[in-house]
């Protein structure tokens, strides 16, 4: 079964930083590409950013570029994003998903961890 | 970006009776592989999105047969055939044809 979890959000101060990770299991996760999707309380879904398979291809929302790092580890099947500079409108539940193989559509996403940015 | 454009953005709906959610792209979606990467998500209260259809009509892995998709190019719909209670959530349709993956605002079915 494939299983992804998050964890790492929190309250932070705007300016600040966190790290979420995102844990997967139940597929061989070196063989696909993941993402970040976020939604902020009561609203849709926005992307954020994805990295492929061996991390040679990384790519970000306008949005958090430049803040924000994805990354990953696949000897511990695991996903990172490194969070900076936050801001208020960084606030939401932020979801990692995988992508599918053959094309860019999310097959499975984990519970979501929250993110609060306020002083 | 494409902008996806969902109507309507609430739909109350009698148990086991149909119910229709329209999608529309500011652009075509119809890729240079021939292939239209338009997909349904639902998300039920307090649950993360879930995969319901890919590629327009293709039903993801144990998603029931009462949810069909359908359209071609700007416009595309999703159909419960008769809504049961679990179907309670908001349901988006998502573009993945052209980069960022972009989707619509969210359509919330819920029970008369």
């Known amino acids: 079964e494939v299983q992804l979890v998050e964890s790492g959000g929190g309250l932070v101060k705007p300016g600040g930083s966190l790290r979420l990770s995102c844990a997967a299991s139940?597929?061989?996760?070196?063989?696909?590409?993941m993402n970040w999707v976020r939604q902020a309380p009561g609203k849709g879904l926005e992307w954020v950013s994805s990295?492929?398979?061996?991390?040679?291809?990384?790519y970000y929302a306008d949005s958090v570029k430049g803040r924000f790092t994805i990354s990953r580890d696949n000897a511990k099947n695991s996903l990172y994003l490194q969070m900076n500079s936050l801001r208020a409108e960084d606030t939401a539940v932020y979801y990692c998903a995988r992508e599918v193989q053959l094309w860019p559509d999310f097959d499975y996403w984990g519970q979501g961890t929250l993110v609060t940015v306020s002083s | 970006d494409i902008v996806m454009t969902q109507t309507p953005l609430s739909s109350p709906v009698t148990l086991g009776q149909p119910a229709s959610i329209s999608c529309r792209s500011s652009q075509s979606l119809v890729h240079s592989d021939g292939n239209t990467y338009l997909s349904w998500l639902q998300q039920r209260p307090g649950q993360p999105p879930r995969l319901l259809i890919y590629k327009i009509s293709n039903r993801f892995s144990g998603v029931p047969d009462r949810f069909s998709g359908s359209g071609a190019g700007t416009d595309f719909t999703l159909k419960i055939s008769r809504v049961e209670a679990e179907d309670v959530g908001v349901y988006y349709c998502m573009q993945a044809t052209q980069f960022p993956q972009t989707f619509g605002q969210g359509t919330k079915v819920e029970i008369k």
């Open positions: 990295i492929s398979s061996s991390s040679s291809y990384i």
């Open positions: 139940g597929f061989t996760f070196s063989s696909y590409s």
